[in-house]
């Protein structure tokens, strides 16, 4: 089975700092992108920012130059690093990836359970 677990979600003020980790455990043979979405209340689910395997990254205008996202390719997790964090960015934040399980020929996209972020005075 294989499972995305996320950690270090928590509450922060406004222009503080927050990482968020994800690591994928299981027989995975191979993962292509991953990234961070996030949801908040009444709202649909949103792209953060994405990395692929060869290290190119996409992030939403929202958060360009605010956050930092990252991928250790040896132990299949992936970081986002979070500055200068905005009420706006207050949300539930899930890990995404896709991958290839060992034994199997296709691909799939799997999700963590989320982490809550948020921020406030």
């Known amino acids: 089975q294989v499972q995305l677990v996320e950690s270090g979600g928590g509450l922060v003020q406004p222009g503080g700092s927050l990482r968020l980790s994800c690591a994928a455990s299981?027989?995975?043979?191979?993962?292509?992108?991953m990234g961070w979405y996030r949801q908040a209340p009444g709202k649909e689910r949103e792209l953060v920012a994405l990395i692929t395997s060869g290290g190119s990254t996409n992030y939403a205008d929202s958060v360009k130059g605010r956050f930092t996202i990252s991928r250790d390719n040896a132990k299949n997790t992936v970081g986002l690093q979070m500055n200068s964090l905005k009420p706006e960015d207050t949300a539930v934040y899930y890990c995404?990836?896709?991958?290839?399980?060992?034994?199997?020929?296709?691909?799939?996209?799997?999700w963590g359970q989320g982490t809550q972020v948020t921020v406030s005075s």
């Open positions: 995404y990836a896709n991958l290839k399980r060992t034994g199997y020929v296709d691909y799939s996209d799997r």
């Open positions: 299981g027989r995975i043979f191979r993962i292509n992108d």
